[in-house]
């Protein structure tokens, strides 16, 4: 009995260590894979949003990495339009930048594919909605902002924005409605609009 007990106990002293190590292996190659596809994912999106001619395969390559290492995945049309070349990923960073440059129209289309590519966003509805407002199409940037709201309850930026397009049609009430909401939420420039617009 005594020696099944000093075995067991050696045993024991050889067996933690190794599991332990061994854990500690897997956790670290799993973190590696992590960072690597990481990686992987950043170069797929240079590539998909070069404006620079892309070799064919390397497109195709990109497209599959890409959507098989994201949570939203892109619909079928935009697959076949980006790995066939007809279509390049669009940027925020662009979109932003076209923005500021006062071209509205190519902004609008760089937010329209990013929608298209990622219809459960709220972010890309959220700066689509200004394109629209700067081009004072409000009742397009309403419809943006109801889908931000639906998809982000807690948007405050969403509501202020739609109630300054409320005030700018004139529908106090639904503009003072919405400051209300943003400010419950934290919005100190609702907050503002509140006392100023909806005394």
Same mark, same amino acid.
Request: hydrophobic residues 40%; contains cysteine; aromatic residues 8%.
């Given at each position: ?36 596809? /990481? ?8 590539? &998909?949003?070069? !404006? %620079?001619?892309?070799?064919? =395969? #390397?497109?195709? $390559? ?25 279509? /390049? ?8 930048? &076209?923005?500021? !440059? %006062?071209?509205?129209?190519? =902004? #609008?289309?760089? $937010? ?88």
């Amino acid at each position: 009995m005594e020696k099944i007990e000093r075995l067991s106990k050696i045993l024991s002293a050889i067996a933690i260590p190794t599991i332990i190590a061994w854990l500690g292996w897997n956790i670290q190659e799993k973190i590696s894979d992590k960072n690597l596809n /990481r990686d992987y994912v950043k170069i797929a999106i240079d590539i &998909l949003t070069s !404006e %620079n001619d892309i070799d064919n =395969s #390397l497109r195709i $390559w990109a497209v599959d990495l890409l959507n098989d290492n994201t949570t939203t995945k892109m619909n079928l049309d935009a697959i076949k339009k980006l790995k066939s070349g007809k279509i /390049r990923l669009p940027s925020s960073e662009n979109a932003y930048q &076209l923005i500021q !440059e %006062n071209k509205l129209e190519e =902004s #609008l289309k760089e $937010w329209t594919t990013l929608i298209e590519n990622q219809p459960s966003d709220y972010f890309n509805y959220f700066h689509r909605s200004t394109v629209y407002r700067k081009m004072k199409k409000f009742d397009l940037a309403i419809k943006d902002l109801d889908k931000v709201i639906a998809l982000s309850r807690t948007h405050s930026n969403a509501f202020n924005n739609r109630g300054m397009i409320f005030l700018e049609l004139k529908d106090n009430k639904q503009a003072c409605s919405d400051f209300e909401k943003a400010a419950e939420l934290g919005n100190k420039t609702a907050e503002m609009n509140l006392k100023k617009y909806c005394k």
